[in-house]
Nanobody
């Protein structure tokens, strides 16, 4: 079992920054591929970013956040981060951390085995 707890969400003005954290417990964190997804009101959950457990922690981003968001991990702290910059009102959503086994990340939410409870991010214009 893996437990994931997100934190760091809040209200920020457009153009501002936030850093989300996801603390993991349970199975060895260093062997988990980690992802961030988000769900805006009335919309389906969408892929944001992911990072591998191996291969130097390769990363991948959704098109809408490339160049603005950065995913990273600290295996010593069992934590994955999402640094969000140049935030836009359309980034407003509940952000979820997810973990999956296997050799690499995925952009499909159904391929993730564990989920956090989510943290709200609201960007005002």
């Amino acid at each position: 079992q893996v437990q994931l707890v997100e934190s760091g969400g809040g209200l920020v003005q457009a153009g501002g920054s936030l850093r989300l954290s996801c603390a993991a417990s349970g199975r060895a964190f260093s062997t988990l591929n980690m992802g961030w997804f988000r769900q805006a009101p009335g919309k389906e959950r969408a892929f944001v970013a992911a990072i591998n457990w191996s291969g130097g922690g390769s990363t991948y981003y959704g098109d809408s956040v490339k160049g603005r968001f950065t995913i990273s991990r600290d295996n010593a702290k069992n934590t994955v981060y999402l640094q969000m910059s140049s935030l836009k009102p359309e980034d407003t959503a509940v952000y979820y951390c997810a973990a999956r086994f296997g050799v690499m990340w995925s952009t499909y939410d159904y391929e993730y085995n564990y989920w956090g409870q989510g943290t709200q991010v609201t960007v005002s214009s």
